[in-house]
């Protein structure tokens, strides 16, 4: 039986692996450089390389649906107690940043729009890891 091939939203706008490499490699590097997330990345990855790689089986995953990437993002990001919403925001200004400067805009339009959308799950889940979500309230409790 041949393997159907995988296809994603990435291939519809002309992602390829070559593009993720690029963008993946370029953006970190600039990452590292950064005075806001260079602190934050250099002290939590001790070997930039074997990140890297992750990263772009992971952005390889999310645009292509390859597959490639066995992970938990969200275990990794709670357990760093300096994130807070400001580094996410200079993250998405940055990747976006990146991304229009390397890919064409259809390209460029999804890395920024999936990059918000992770960068708010992990928001959450940082969030009501360390407690700092409001409570739900239920309906028909007191004071309704």
């Not at 934050?40 to 952005?59: M, P, Q, R, T, V």
């Not at 990794?76 to 976006?96: E, N």
Request: proline share 8%; charged share 20%; net charge positive.
């Amino acid at each position: 039986m041949i393997p159907k091939p995988r296809t994603g939203p990435g291939v519809h706008v002309g992602i390829d692996e070559a593009m993720i490499r690029r963008q993946v490699h370029t953006f970190y590097r600039r990452v590292r450089l950064d005075p806001v997330l260079g602190p934050i990345f250099n002290d939590a990855i001790s070997d930039w390389d074997e990140h890297l790689g992750k990263l772009c089986d992971f952005w390889s995953s999310v645009l292509l649906m390859t597959g490639r990437f066995k992970g938990s993002p969200m275990l990794v990001h709670t357990r760093l107690q300096a994130i807070g919403p400001g580094h996410f925001i200079r993250w998405l200004d940055l990747f976006g940043e990146t991304a229009r400067q390397l890919c064409p805009p259809p390209a460029a339009a999804l890395f920024a729009a999936k990059a918000e959308m992770i960068a708010q799950s992990l928001q959450f889940g940082i969030a009501a890891s360390r407690g700092e979500l409001p409570p739900v309230r239920r309906s028909g409790s007191a004071g309704n």
